[in-house]
């Protein structure tokens, strides 16, 4: 079982950075598409960032392209999401997801088939 455990979240002021690690069990991470999602409350759950399982290739929402990167380290089976300028907007739960069957990077929640349990992220204005 791949099991994905996130973390760096926190409390951050309006133009201030964190960075999201995601740890992920298993030997053949590096096989695996990775992706980002966010959820802010009351809303649905939405597509942030993708790697492509050898890290060449990425996608990002519109709202966040220039102020995040996502980057991919397959020797320490995690995946990194690095967020600068932050805006009250960001505000909500990060999930990493693992898309153990394509080597692309996917925007489509129903390509990942291996969650973590999220982590918070609140952007006070």
């Known amino acids: 079982q791949v099991q994905l455990v996130e973390s760096g979240g926190g409390l951050v002021q309006a133009g201030g950075s964190l960075r999201l690690s995601c740890a992920v069990s298993g030997r053949t991470f590096s096989r695996y598409a990775m992706g980002w999602f966010r959820q802010a409350p009351g809303k649905e759950r939405e597509f942030v960032a993708a790697?492509?399982?050898?890290?060449?290739?990425?996608d990002y929402t519109e709202s966040v392209r220039g102020r995040f990167t996502i980057s991919k380290d397959n020797a320490k089976n995690t995946v990194f999401l690095q967020m600068n300028s932050l805006k009250p907007e960001d505000t909500a739960v990060y999930y990493c997801a693992a898309d153990s069957t394509n080597w692309m990077a996917s925007r489509s929640m129903r390509d990942y088939d291996y969650w973590g349990q999220g982590t918070q992220v609140t952007v006070s204005s």
């Open positions: 790697i492509a399982s050898l890290g060449g290739r990425t």
